[in-house]
């Protein structure tokens, strides 16, 4: 018994139907695309309302008598813009800024201010938060000081010093409270490095107003930060050199010394190690010398001296040999010999003659008789 065929089992009636409905999605995405394409371009037509909102927009002072100084006041705010968007999207924070509100004729104290923006769109309403402030309004007072320099204990290496030391600009104009300025004690930079320094350098560092107490002060200065040329030079001392054989055999030689190469040398230290030290040893090897020659010695650093120079320095060597000058002295000449000969021969010769004469004298008086 055959089963009956289904209209799926038809694979023409199974693509016409896939056909249909593939070119049903087709349809009915190209009519959604064709509606939002269509929505986009309208709002070429139309001008849309919107905001935004901008942070970290800094507060400047607006409008005030000459001699008035305002502290406390706030380093910046939050503006929201509200607008047509076409507008909205071309303004930067460098278009407007924010400002107090005049404050020309206000009396001295603490005083609420109302903060305002200048410089945008008509078309652009705004919001600062915070749109108002409490501030301190006090007397001008201005001053020009000298800048001061500390030195950090770290900031040289051994053996080196500072020459010199040029800040720019050397000197700044102060603007604060006429309290506060009353109140100055020290205008100053601190000079430090990584790492402790063998070498001229060139740095900029912050400038610091302090009290007699060493607070910071809030005082406008016309620079906040310094530039110190600071010259960085070895700290040197010209020393003798003193001669230190090494290896001498005083058994069989006697030795003399005398400088041919420099007889100083340049040492380089902390001030304080310079300022113990007179000489420095010259160590001359000695030890296989048997005859006068010159030979170099070199230097030895004492302790905690960095360098010197010249490391080294030509010494002559004058040896005379001990073993020839006894030998000399214990062996007589051959002519002190043959002298020494000579004398006793004549001696024995002078005596027989003596005994001869006595012989014949008494031979002389027997025959008389």
Do not use: C
Not at 177 to 196: F, G, S
Not at 268 to 293: F, P, R
Not at 308 to 331: H, Y
């Amino acid at each position: 018994m055959m089963m009956k065929e289904s209209i799926f089992d038809n694979i023409w009636f199974v693509r016409i139907i896939s056909l249909a409905f593939a070119l049903f999605l087709y349809a009915f995405v190209s009519s959604e695309n064709s509606d939002q394409f269509q929505a986009i371009s309208n709002q070429q037509f139309a001008s849309i309302e919107t905001s935004e909102t901008i942070s970290n927009v800094p507060v400047y002072l607006g409008e005030h008598d000459e001699d008035v100084f305002v502290s406390e006041m706030p380093e910046s705010v939050t503006v929201k813009l509200t607008g047509p968007r076409n507008i909205i999207t071309q303004v930067t924070v460098e278009d407007f800024i924010v400002q107090t509100e005049d404050i020309r004729g206000i009396d001295t104290g603490r005083q609420t201010i109302r903060l305002i923006a200048i410089g945008l769109p008509e078309e652009i309403d705004y919001q600062i938060t915070p749109v108002r402030h409490v501030v301190q309004i006090s007397r001008r007072e201005t001053v020009t000081l000298p800048v001061e320099y500390e030195l950090d204990d770290n900031l040289l290496a051994e053996g080196f010093e500072i020459s010199e030391i040029t800040l720019s600009p050397s000197e700044v104009t102060l603007t604060g409270k006429a309290e506060t300025i009353a109140d100055i004690d020290r205008v100053l930079i601190k000079i430090n490095r990584d790492t402790p320094q063998s070498e001229n350098f060139i740095q900029k560092y912050r400038l610091q107003i302090l009290n007699s107490e060493g607070q910071l002060l809030d005082v406008n200065a016309s620079a906040s930060e310094i530039d110190a040329d600071v010259e960085v030079v070895p700290i040197v001392k010209d020393v003798d050199l003193s001669i230190v054989p090494v290896g001498e055999d005083t058994s069989k030689y006697a030795y003399e010394y005398a400088f041919v190469g420099p007889a100083q040398a340049t040492i380089q230290a902390n001030t304080n190690v310079l300022n113990q030290i007179s000489s420095a040893n010259l160590i001359v090897d000695v030890s296989t010398l048997t005859e006068t020659t010159t030979v170099t010695g070199n230097l030895e650093l004492p302790a905690n001296v960095v360098s010197g120079n010249p490391t080294t320095s030509d010494v002559q060597v004058i040896i005379t040999s001990l073993v020839a000058e006894e030998t000399s002295s214990s062996e007589p000449t051959s002519e002190t010999a043959e002298s020494s000969i000579d004398s006793s021969a004549l001696e024995s010769i002078s005596s027989e003659d003596e005994t001869s004469s006595e012989v014949s004298e008494e031979t002389s008086s027997q025959s008389s008789e």
